[in-house]
């Protein structure tokens, strides 16, 4: 949600500061090994491969899909996602969960519960996409879970800050005017899903295993729903601290089972403590690994809540491609993340982003080229849109490094980072870098920086969803792409900001290139 903007501008900003200070004071370690002795559990579950097999009925009905996807979500921008080829009707995988937990095989299954070990055989149809039959050792949780998410709950249905109505006058007016207002709404609202719950409960039989996942996944909804709203509320002047206190939500946090949006709130956790810091002493605390760590083990005394917050953390430096500073630090996190779900999902993420630091160009090429058929696929039918934009930005950089701004018109981050972007192109001028914002809407023109250093594309409904799969663009803005003088994308993501310091370093980096 976009109210996470200004958040985690913030958590980012503190990240880097982090990695710039610390610099100079650890040297980086020779031969890094990521080092999982330490963690818990046993190994002859969590290793285990979860098999997904599938079956497509009425295949004709879309004659042009010729894969199917899974996606295991983790947190921003990192999930894990898989692909498979359909032959013949068919499709298949084999993932490591490392963990009971939900993952998304959408657009025909929004949630399934995978366990170590499971093998799970899917029936789709595609003449009626509702229409999802289970079989395999993992069956009938996914029956009773796709029940649950289809009849009983909308994970959507909560009371937002953002919900206006219109005044008398034909104003817009904002629904809950205050945090106290929005606190009762979700309060009345969890009851009612609660009981919804029970009635699934009563009417379906579920595991008690089931049970508490989907509880869950209610609870962590209601909880994240509740911090961005206050937090919306914080940032205009409002005191809010009455509304949630961690405790209440951390309850929440155990290893049994993990339900795709314990991430999102373990995050919105981390936010919520960040942004109710004095911005000095924060970034005082920021600055020392360890003063942070002594921070979050203050914060809570839930085992599996303290380590989802360390991890956040830690993936941020991993989503900010900043793999050098992961290993300065890992001590710390190697200390305090033992539970394998976590650990070893970050180590994944570690091992792509370190190859992707070590040579770019292979994901580079990998993005760029999305819309080309692999060894054994159909051509698409079209090419798409979105990366033909980006590819013909590329072409014609005219041997300069180019930083693309992904956003939108009405969204308050791009609004935040125009007189820095404008900053920036004047600091710029003469050099050897092309700035481009790429908007998402079809919006007025009035708020783009009118300089001969910074050119816009309004991107077309086709351009925008090209792009979306590829970069995750809806799941966040401001999103950043830099792209050296060889048209290689050396760098992406949020951390790229222009308001951020590190974003001007990271750029010198590459403009060197041309002073060599």
Not at 41 to 63: F, L, M, Q, W
Not at 212 to 239: M, P, V, W
Not at 276 to 292: G, I, R, T
Not at 444 to 456: A, G, L, R, V
Request: aromatic fraction near 10%; charged fraction near 25%.
């Amino acid at each position: 949600m976009r109210i996470r903007s200004n958040i985690k501008t913030l958590f980012l900003s503190a990240c880097t500061l982090l990695c710039a200070c610390r610099q100079n004071v650890i040297s980086e370690p020779a031969d890094f090994v990521f080092s999982t002795e330490n963690i818990e559990g046993d190994e002859a579950y969590y290793s285990k491969p979860a098999v997904i097999t599938g079956h497509i009925a009425n295949r004709d009905t879309y004659p042009n899909v010729t894969e199917v996807g899974i996606s295991i979500p983790f947190y921003d921008r990192v999930d894990n996602k898989q692909t498979s080829l359909i032959y013949e009707d068919r499709f298949g995988f084999s993932v490591l969960p490392y963990a009971p937990r939900t993952i998304s095989m959408a657009p025909y299954v929004d949630h399934m519960v995978v366990c170590p070990g499971d093998s799970i055989h899917v029936e789709l149809d595609f003449s009626e996409l509702g229409k999802v039959r289970f079989s395999g050792n993992g069956a009938d949780n996914n029956v009773k879970m796709n029940e649950f998410h289809m009849f009983y709950y909308l994970s959507h249905d909560w009371p937002s800050h953002s919900n206006y109505e219109v005044a008398a006058d034909g104003t817009p007016v904002r629904k809950y005017k205050d945090a106290a207002s929005l606190s009762e709404a979700l309060k009345e609202k969890l009851a009612y899903h609660l009981s919804r719950l029970e009635a699934f409960i009563k009417e379906k039989h579920p595991s008690k295993e089931l049970e508490a996942l989907c509880r869950k996944k209610i609870e962590a909804d209601y909880f994240s729903t509740l911090i961005q709203g206050l937090l919306s509320y914080k940032n205009a002047g409002e005191d809010v601290s009455a509304y949630f206190r961690i405790k209440d939500a951390a309850g929440l946090f155990s290893p049994d089972c993990m339900p795709s949006n314990l991430f999102e709130l373990s995050a919105n956790i981390n936010y919520w403590l960040l942004h109710n810091m004095d911005p000095e002493e924060a970034a005082l605390m920021m600055a020392d690994n360890a003063s942070l760590m002594r921070f979050l083990r203050k914060t809570t005394r839930n085992k599996m809540l303290l380590q989802m917050l360390t991890t956040h953390f830690y993936n941020q430096m991993l989503e900010a491609n900043d793999t050098e500073s992961f290993e300065k630090h890992f001590r710390e996190f190697n200390e305090t993340v033992t539970f394998p779900l976590l650990k070893l999902n970050t180590r994944d993420r570690y091992i792509v982003k370190k190859a992707y630091a070590e040579n770019p160009k292979i994901l580079s090429d990998a993005i760029l080229h999305a819309d080309r058929p692999r060894e054994g696929q159909m051509a698409s039918v079209k090419e798409n849109e979105g990366l033909k934009l980006l590819r013909s930005v590329i072409a014609g950089n005219e041997d300069k490094v180019v930083y693309i701004q992904i956003g939108a018109t009405w969204c308050p981050g791009i609004r935040h980072e125009i007189p820095f972007q404008v900053e920036m192109a004047e600091e710029y001028k003469g050099q050897p870098l092309r700035i481009v914002n790429f908007y998402l809407d079809n919006g007025s023109d009035s708020i783009n920086p009118f300089t001969t250093n910074i050119e816009t594309y309004h991107l077309t409904d086709e351009q925008r969803l090209g792009l979306d799969p590829i970069l995750h663009t809806g799941r966040g803005i401001p999103f950043y792409i830099l792209i050296d003088k060889d048209g290689v994308i050396v760098d992406f993501g949020e951390h790229l900001r222009p308001s951020i310091p590190g974003t001007r370093e990271i750029i010198d980096n590459y403009l060197l290139d041309f002073k060599h």
